[in-house]
């Protein structure tokens, strides 16, 4: 199953404004968290993305370094996540959402794909 995270109503991360991305086609119901990171090349020292197979996970990337956990609130499989953008212009920031799903693989998470967004004026 594709979770895919887009850019909400023409939302655009611009300093000052709030930038929100919805993602759809997770579970019905369950928790689920967007990852934040500052690269999509390593994660540590691993080359990104990392084929989470050996986790029993089949098929999932994680296509993020992991450097901030946003909790997602799934409303019959669909969640935004929103934020107000800080005064760093240039700055780019990387982004992927994770849903719980017991029934998956042997995780029980689910990868999206990953989201890619510089900070403008």
Do not use: H, K
């Not at 999932?60 to 901030?68: K, Q, V, W």
Request: hydrophobic residues 40%.
């Amino acid at each position: 199953m594709l979770f895919r995270s887009t850019a909400q109503n023409n939302s655009l991360p611009r300093i000052g404004q709030t930038f929100t991305t919805r993602v759809s086609n997770l579970p019905w119901t369950g928790l689920a968290l967007m990852l934040l990171g500052e690269s999509n090349t390593t994660y540590g020292t691993a080359p990104l993305p990392v084929d989470l197979g050996f986790l029993n996970a089949p098929n999932c990337l994680l296509r993020t370094s992991i450097d901030d956990l946003q909790p997602l609130q799934n409303v019959l499989g669909t969640a935004t996540w929103s934020f107000t953008i800080p005064p760093v212009p240039g700055a780019v920031f990387y982004m992927q959402a994770v849903p719980f799903d017991a029934t998956a693989n042997g995780l029980g998470l689910t990868f999206s794909n990953g989201g890619r967004a510089v900070v403008g004026l």
